[in-house]
Structure formats: C-alpha cells, structure tokens
C-alpha cells in the first residue's frame, strides 16, 4: 500500500511530493561528504553483490541449494522491477534534470542483496547479527543517497516498501520445508 500511495503522489505531483521535496532541501548536503560518499557505495552493484555472494557461497557448501537458488532467484528480480519503474516514473533527480530516479536502484540493491543474505544466513547465523546488520546497511545506504543529494527522500522510501515485499515473499519461500529425504531435510535449513 505505502509502495502505490508514494507512486501515485509521484505520478500525480501531490501534496507528499511536495513535502518530499521540502524534506529534501533540509538535509541535502549534511554529513561528512566521505562519510555519505561511501554509505552510498553500500548500495552498488560491486559492494552489495559480493556480499550477497559470499552468503549464497557459504549456504550452497553447507547444502542448501534450493536456499540460494530462491536468494538469487530474488535479486535478479530486482532490476527487472526497477528499471521499468524508473522508466514509467520519470522522475528527476533532486540535483539533476536527468530522470530515472524513482525508485532508488541502490536501496533496492541494497535491501535485497543484504536482506536476501540475512534470510539465506539464518539457518547457520544467529538472527540477532543477520538481520540488523541487513537493516543498517539499507539504512545507512538510503541515508548516504538521501544526503549526498542522489535521491529524494520518497524514492528510498519506496524502495523499502518495495523491495519489503520481495524479502516478505523470500522468507515465505525459505520457510516452506523441501521434499525428499535427508537431502531434502537439509536443503530446508
């Protein structure tokens, strides 16, 4: 509901917009700018992807390949949500003319690249260190874009509840038990 409700003040300019862009001239530009700078590169593609790839690594050598199948399967989901969106969207960038920036690539990246590790993790690391650290990556990322002046504040905003419903779906997966056996047993975890 909060990914449909920001789209359509976006598509339609209406009073959250308007606050978006308030919002935004508050805080753009505050924070240390290596700072910001480098919670930013939390959300690409060479950061994150690593990250997620030491995760599925780590579950496919204990055996869990339907685990990392589904976590893969849902960050190749990613791009092919985004890009349209920001195709059909148009939205400009809060320092730029340039279009395509709603919704923000690097939160989404960011979101379900550390979130899918977190979830793919659970069975081998205590969720008390998977799940906030997948947290505090995202945030930290969506603060760094929203400071540095990359995004609005709706566009990160939009992308939790997007990319939200992504990790929802994958935890629904990895919770439903594999058929056959031991190895099935094991693929389960």
């Known amino acids: 509901m909060a990914f449909a409700l920001i789209t359509w003040q976006v598509l339609a300019g209406g009073a959250l ?3 978006d862009e308030r919002l935004d001239r508050a805080v753009v530009g505050h924070g240390p700018r290596a700072l910001t700078e480098t919670l930013t590169d939390l959300g690409s593609m ?3 992807l690593p990250v997620l790839a030491v995760a599925l690594a780590w579950a496919l050598w204990r055996g869990a390949r339907a685990r ?3 976590g893969a399967l849902t960050m190749a989901v990613v791009p092919a949500l ?3 969106l920001k195709i059909w969207t148009d939205r400009p960038g809060p320092l730029t003319d340039a279009t ?3 919704p923000s690539g690097h939160t989404a990246t960011a979101m379900v690249a550390y979130g899918t590790a977190a979830l793919v993790l659970l069975p081998y690391v205590d969720r008390r260190v998977t799940v906030p650290a997948a947290a505090l990556l995202t945030v930290a990322t969506a603060s760094g ?4 002046g990359y995004h609005w504040p709706l566009d990160v905003v939009a992308s939790g509840a997007l990319c939200g419903l992504l990790l929802l779906a994958l935890g629904a997966v990895l919770r439903i038990p594999a058929v056959g ?3 099935g047993a094991r693929e389960s975890d």
């Not at 874009?145 to 540095?148: H, N």
């Open 17 to 19: 917009l308007r606050a």
């Open 46 to 48: 060479p950061v994150a």
């Open 68 to 70: 990392v199948l589904a």
């Open 82 to 84: 985004v890009v349209p």
């Open 100 to 102: 395509g920036y709603y």
């Open 145 to 148: 874009l929203v400071l540095r």
């Open 181 to 183: 056996g031991a190895a």
